[in-house]
Nanobody, 114 residues
Framework: VQLQASGGGLVQPEGSLRLSCAVS????????IGWYRQVPGKQRDWVAT???????NYAASVRGRFTISRDNAKNTLYLQMNSLKPEDTAVYYC?????????WGQGTQVTVSS
């Protein structure tokens, strides 16, 4: 499975960005799809998950500000990020889970700074 993340960039605090992740296989077939983020020198942290049945879960730090969604027709996963904070600065990675397999995209940099 190949995943291509895009949409990162530089944004001011309280701004918004939408990340996209194009998936090479039928996105509706995966058990779950999600977003993680990583700051240099730290572990990769979970951000949000969307399961096959449509359930969503969010890390406490982003709940109410971020929204995960998918477009099955385009096989694309999204992360709408609003009210961004400097502490949201990280490389964002998308993933898909099927059975015991987890596949990752290459990451897209998000920088929140004035």
């Amino acid at each position: 499975v190949q995943l291509q993340a895009s949409g990162g960039g530089l944004v001011q605090p309280e701004g918004s960005l939408r990340l996209s992740c194009a998936v090479s296989e039928t996105i509706a077939s995966f058990r779950s799809i999600g977003w993680y983020r990583q700051v240099p020198g730290k572990q990769r942290d979970w951000v949000a998950t969307l399961t096959r049945d449509g359930s969503t879960n969010y890390a406490a730090s982003v709940r109410g500000r971020f929204t995960i969604s998918r477009d099955n027709a385009k096989n694309t996963l999204y992360l709408q990020m609003n009210s961004l904070k400097p502490e949201d600065t990280a490389v964002y990675y998308c993933n898909v889970v099927s059975g015991f397999n987890v596949d990752w995209g290459q990451g897209t940099q998000v920088t929140v700074s004035s």
